[in-house]
């Protein structure tokens, strides 16, 4: 499926080196895992020495913290901002460790019990009766009875009640279902174990209960900050996604620093704001400023000169990041009047036109 | 005898690069500077910073021996402030203070330089056996304080820690305040790229972590050579991978100086080389100055002049909070540190020396490896560290504490969670191939346990695995060791009978009336709180007011607390007067200085100094200060605070000052020649202007009895009603006018009603009412009008109209205090006091109008009335004597 489909999972993408640590995994492994905890370490942040690239940008100790949980008796729960990159660790370790991190489910406000344990596949039920052939099995069913990592994405988006039905998965470790009359138990393998997400902001919305808690080690991730870690980052997701559209088009390393100096103005004028009113709604995460040259590459590429442009760039920028209006817009024009402004007198020519490129997106705003 | 060692980094050096002859190089030079520290006569002692084996080793090494000199790795001019360390609970600073220096830019001024000392330092250890041992010289032969400024970068910003958190993470860490830090045994890298490589594959997070996984462990429990050759080639590695140019450059000056000075001292004191003991940095032992060792007579002779900066020393408390934001260590490196030095010690048998003890006998020290390993550097370089099974039982104790710590911080913790805690330890240690978990592998195990999404109480999990760990330590200086004027701060306080060295709040009660000798301490404590604020002495009862002495008092000391901002005050005087009375000057001198600061200064030298000599220095200044002023925007404070220094001296037996007086005439002919612009001016408001009226109608007596003419604030008035006055101000005019006999109450009232019953003019309403209210402040008489005008639009301005002022009206009245006694005064006096009262009420004012029309129907009385009646009857006649008296 590799060529063909638009996103391939990380374990089918990396196979190579997956295939080539497995190779090289000597140490001991715990339960059925593919990899060694160093080798599933090496594959997330890297290892020049194997010729392994590094696929997730962060404090090296969050990682280990969250190998070590899942080889312990724990769930892992990630948590941060939207946009720090949880979702892509979680798959990076399911790939990881069980090769395959496709055992998904997605919490939402509408999620049931039964997308989480099992489901009845109902013309056969009325047809033959309830009995395991009837039976859907939920993604964290199949990866109990394959021994593999379930993923939960969005876990407090769930309402308390259905979080809940993961207790006692995670602590009996099976699943009862009572409407079979024989196999009423689905046990799960070794090396099962169970990597949720969750977003601070929902923070409130639908609290874990405590009994939850308890089972999960809660590991947080930071938004980054770090200018030379964020442009690794930019750098790597972007270069990722555009050789998904397969596009070409260059980014300058100094349109780059623009960038990420922009949303590091834009950071700190939101520590600064006073009210909600005065900020962005966006999280001005990481991901946000992929999004952004993403934008704009795809704009250089399809109606520009195949240039990336600090105009372009400034374009995208914008209308990125305002959502809501007026708030959204008097806010951005004001940082661009003040702190771009302030930026493109003193700076090279690259930020006259980053700030000229920003007054006409905000002046399209406002009709 | 390091050949064995040269030939394994040669190996390494061909195994691990394509360019071996380039590390190779730096390999033998490596193995080169570890074998000449180790032929050197003098006994040079590597140190790291806060590192429990060198403290450890140096405890070893003075037990055996005895040496004549001690040198060590300090600013040479702090030696002096030692002498009275014996009474300090550490960790301390010894602190270095310049308030003015020609080598510092005017906006960094004051400066301070800190050099914090901790117990679990070679270098205290060495410290306190040299003031046990008072026959061993102990010399600081690093550079004087002044080169520190001279050495620096030009462009020294504090820009490299920009991208940090730069917050003080609590009150603690800062108590160094924004001094720069020294330290002895500095061996920290700073060139981004090594650091970052050496974390990076020793799967570490900050240097410290890695200096103690990679070196402390293996060190702690090697003998003395071993510590050495091991100290000086990671000294040697970190000198010559990992300084940046600059640093190494102030480096070699340094050595250069450090060398000067040992050779200095040996020659003159005739001490033998093998005598001494050179206690420095692991990388200065890897120098490569012309002046290194004992061997060659080099010195540096031509040392450049010191500035004329005069240095004051001192020591202030220190804390492990503050040492570890001082040096950007991360945050427990110091306590873990320390928690390491006493559980080594304990295990060694070893004693430590401490000051204001006697020197303790040693106890049965286990016997020092007097052998030289000489393989003992290659087994460092292959082989991990042994450790011992007490490491085991240290850990489980630790996640048994810890959950037990956490469960009193309102986490939901149990047993399963430190059998969890235990097995992730493991789990991380093994990932992180060590072969035990290291405290800081515990601490991550503990938070990914037991951090859930937010914290229940005060403090975290890595808070509280620091504070398990050791925990922060604040120290205190021993009265001996405070400035003159601190002393004589503690001395003055004791009859208060308070712990001023406790760390914790004091409260201290005094009643006047049975134990007036406490007056004394009072007056102190109201100075002291003058100069540093509630922070450190806090009056709970009992206020300073002019002519009001209080019978009780009751203070809330933290004088221990704040230790270290008592101590501060001590480099700008001998004694609290002194300081106050230069801050007082400063403060009222201040090139931004306003004539209500200098008033303010006055008064506060009359509360705290009781110096009539300064306060009319202040008050003199106040009064030039006025006079050149030329907006009123502090009139209103001027105002209060001239009433209230007149009321106080009036009292007194010589009456007003004469600086007063003079204060007080300038006032009004400043005041009044200002008023016609300030009534038009749009940027000075209606309470300034009230301000301004206030001080010239309330002092008028005053001031015309000094000579100065009522004309003038007439002809002001005047000049002002000439120009259009914005609604606000018009009630202060025409209050102003009515003062002055210009304006009579009817005008008022016409005008007002005039105002009302025009819809366009309505909604000034409320600006005219505001000139009213305030003017109450100065004319407390025209209160029976605003009473009257305020009922009169209580009756006749609709709801609609009247409901949306209300919430202003009243915020406006509360703002003003002073001015609702009289106008509730008033209003009693106006409405009748019981319900009953109302059927046949009328409000004064109508009662004014009926009887003005009733006077006018019948002007003259009875007897008129009969003319009047005699002329109506013939207007012939009438008429005909009207033409004649026309004509």
């Known amino acids: 499926m590799s060529q063909t489909v638009l996103r391939a999972p990380a374990e089918v993408k990396y196979a190579d080196e997956l295939a080539r640590l497995a190779d090289q995994s000597k140490g001991q492994k715990p339960h059925s895992w593919r990899l060694s905890p160093q080798m599933v370490r090496s594959f997330i942040i890297g290892d020049k020495k194997l010729g392994i690239d590094q696929k997730w940008f962060g404090d090296a100790s969050t990682v280990e913290r969250a190998i070590v949980t899942l080889a312990s008796d724990r769930g892992l729960l990630l948590i941060g901002d939207p946009g720090t990159g949880k979702s892509w660790l979680a798959e990076l370790l399911a790939a990881a460790i069980s090769g395959n991190s496709t055992y998904v489910v997605q919490g939402t406000a509408g999620t049931t019990e039964d997308q989480i344990k099992y489901s009845w596949n109902i013309a056969m039920v009325i047809a033959a009766g309830q009995s395991p052939q009837s039976l859907i099995p939920s993604p964290i069913m199949t990866a109990m009875q394959h021994g593999a990592m379930g993923r939960f994405e969005e876990l407090t988006r769930c309402p308390s009640d259905v979080q809940d039905a993961l207790i006692s998965i995670m602590s009996e470790k099976y699943i009862a279902i009572p409407e079979l009359k024989t196999e009423t138990t689905a046990f799960a393998m070794p090396g099962f174990n169970i990597i949720a997400t969750a977003n601070s902001r929902d923070r409130g919305v639908n609290d874990l209960s405590s009994a939850l808690k308890r089972r999960f080690n809660f590991v947080h991730i930071p938004v980054v900050t770090n200018k030379k870690q964020e442009h690794e980052i930019v750098m790597f997701r972007t270069q990722e996604l555009l050789a998904r559209q397969q596009i070409t088009v260059e980014v300058p390393p100094a349109l780059l620093d623009l960038l990420l100096q922009t949303f590091s103005d834009l950071r700190e004028a939101s520590a600064a704001a006073s009210s909600d009113d005065a900020r962005l709604e966006s999280a001005l995460s990481t991901a946000e400023q992929i999004g952004v040259l993403e934008d704009a590459l795809l704009h250089a590429t399809y109606f520009g000169e195949q240039k990336l442009s600090p105009y372009t760039l400034a374009n995208s920028l914008v209308g990125t990041l305002v959502r809501r209006l007026p708030e959204d817009s008097t806010v951005i024009n004001k940082f661009w009047h003040t702190v771009v402004a302030e930026r493109s007198k003193k700076d090279a020519a690259a930020w006259k036109d980053f700030m000229a490129g920003g007054q006409d997106a905000i002046k399209g705003l406002k009709h | ?887």
């Open chain 2, 1 to 887: 005898m390091f050949e064995q060692l040269r030939q394994q980094l040669d190996e390494a050096a061909s195994a691990f690069t394509e360019d071996a002859a380039a590390l190779g190089s730096l390999l033998t030079t490596m193995a080169a500077d570890v074998q000449r520290a180790m032929d050197e006569p003098l006994e040079i002692f590597p140190v790291a910073h806060h590192s429990p084996a060198s403290a450890l080793h140096m405890v070893r090494l003075l037990q055996t021996r005895q040496p004549k000199a001690i040198y060590i790795e300090l600013c040479e001019d702090m030696r002096e402030v030692l002498v009275n360390l014996n009474h300090c609970k550490l960790p301390v600073a010894l602190q270095a203070f310049a308030a003015k220096s020609p080598l510092i830019p005017v906006e960094e001024l004051p400066v301070s330089v800190v050099a914090p000392l901790t117990e679990s330092s070679a270098e205290y250890q060495a410290i306190a056996y040299c003031l046990q041992h008072p026959e061993t010289a102990l010399v600081f032969v690093d550079r004087a304080v002044d080169y520190v400024f001279q050495w620096r970068e030009a462009d020294l910003a504090p820009d490299a820690t920009s991208e940090e958190e730069t917050d003080i993470p609590s009150e603690d860490a800062g108590l160094h305040g924004k001094a720069i830090g020294i330290q002895s045994g500095g061996v920290e890298p700073t060139f981004d790229e090594f650091v970052h490589f050496l974390l990076k594959n020793s799967n570490t997070r900050h240097f410290a972590e890695w200096w103690d996984q990679y070196v402390e462990r293996t060190i702690i429990g090697a003998d003395f050579a071993t510590y050495k050759q091991v100290m000086v080639l990671v000294g040697s590695l970190i000198r010559h991978l990992g300084r940046l140019p600059h640093d190494t450059e102030v480096d070699r000056l340094r050595e250069r100086y450090m060398w000067t000075r040992i050779k200095q001292h040996l020659s003159a004191n005739q001490i033998a080389p093998q005598d001494a003991i050179y206690i420095c940095g692991a990388a200065h032992a890897a120098s490569d100055v012309a002046e290194f060792g004992t061997h060659t007579d080099a010195i540096w002779d031509d040392l450049p002049p010191t500035s004329e900066t005069e240095w004051l020393f001192g020591v202030i408390p220190s804390s492990f909070m503050a040492i570890e934001y001082q040096f950007s260590h991360p945050a427990g490196t110091v306590s873990i540190a320390e928690a390491t030095w006493q559980k080594s010690m304990k295990a060694a048998n070893l004693a430590p020396f401490t000051l204001g003890k006697t020197p303790s006998k040693r106890k049965n020290a286990l016997p020092v490896n007097a052998v030289t390993n000489n393989h003992a550097l290659s087994d460092f370089l292959t082989q991990a560290p042994a450790f011992a099974s007490a490491d085991v039982e240290q850990l489980l104790g630790w996640c048994a504490n810890i959950v037990a710590l956490a469960r009193r911080n309102g986490y939901l913790a149990s047993t399963a969670d430190s059998i969890a805690i235990y097995e992730t330890a493991i789990l991380l240690a093994h990932l992180r191939n060590r072969a035990h978990p290291s405290s800081y592998d515990f601490i991550d195990a503990a938070i990914t346990c037991l951090e859930k999404d937010r914290t229940p109480k005060r403090r975290n999990i890595a808070q509280l695995c620091r504070a398990m760990l050791g925990g922060d330590r604040i120290g205190t200086v021993g009265y001996e060791s405070l400035p003159p004027l601190a002393q004589n701060i503690y001395d003055r306080l004791a009859p208060m009978g308070v712990d001023l060295f406790a760390r914790t709040n004091q409260r201290a009660l005094m009643d006047f009336t049975k134990a007036p000798h406490l007056r004394d301490c009072s007056e102190l404590l109201w100075r002291l709180n003058y100069l540093l604020g509630d922070a450190v002495v806090q009056p709970i009862m009992g206020e300073r007011q002019l002519g009001q002495p209080s019978i009780q008092e009751s203070w809330e000391v933290r004088i221990g607390k704040h230790q270290g901002a008592v101590i501060q005050l001590g480099y700008e005087g001998i004694t609290l007067e002194q300081v106050l009375e230069q801050r007082m000057h400063q403060r009222a001198h201040a090139p931004d200085a306003t004539a209500a600061v200098a008033l303010y200064t006055a008064e506060a030298s009359l509360l705290y100094l009781d110096s009539p000599r300064l306060t009319r220095s202040f008050g003199e200044h106040a009064t030039h200060l006025l006079s050149q002023e030329t907006g009123a925007s502090s009139a209103p404070d001027i105002f209060n605070r001239a009433r209230r220094l007149i009321h106080y001296y009036r009292t007194t037996p010589a009456g007003l000052p004469d600086w007063l007086k003079q204060f007080v005439a300038v006032g009004y002919t400043h005041y009044a020649s200002l008023l016609p612009q300030a009534m038009t001016d749009p940027g000075t408001s209606a309470a300034e202007i009230a301000g301004m009226l206030g001080f010239i109608f309330t002092l008028e007596t005053l001031a015309l009895s000094l000579g100065c003419s009522r004309e003038q604030i007439i002809i002001s008035v005047q000049q002002a009603a000439q120009e259009p006055i914005p609604p606000d101000k018009i009630g202060l005019q025409w209050v102003a006018e009515w003062l002055l006999g210009l304006r009579t109450v009817e005008s008022m009232r016409g005008a007002l009603a005039s105002v009302m019953d025009n819809p366009l003019s309505l909604t000034a309403l409320p600006d005219y009412l505001n000139g009213f209210i305030l003017s109450l402040t100065f004319a407390p008489q025209v209160a029976t009008f605003v009473v009257e005008v305020m009922s009169s639009v209580f009756a006749n301005v609709p709801d609609a109209t009247l409901i949306p002022w209300l919430p202003g009206l009243v915020l406006q009245l509360r703002a003003h205090k002073a001015i609702l006694p009289p106008l509730i005064k008033e209003a009693a006096k106006l409405f009748p006091a019981t319900l009953s009262g109302f059927s046949q009420w009328q409000p004064a004012w109508l009662q004014d109008e009926a009887e003005t029309a009733a006077d006018e129907a019948i002007p003259g009385g009875e007897e008129l009335q009969t003319i009047r009646a005699l002329l109506d009857s013939a207007p012939e006649t009438l008429n005909r004597l009207a033409a004649l008296v026309v004509t």
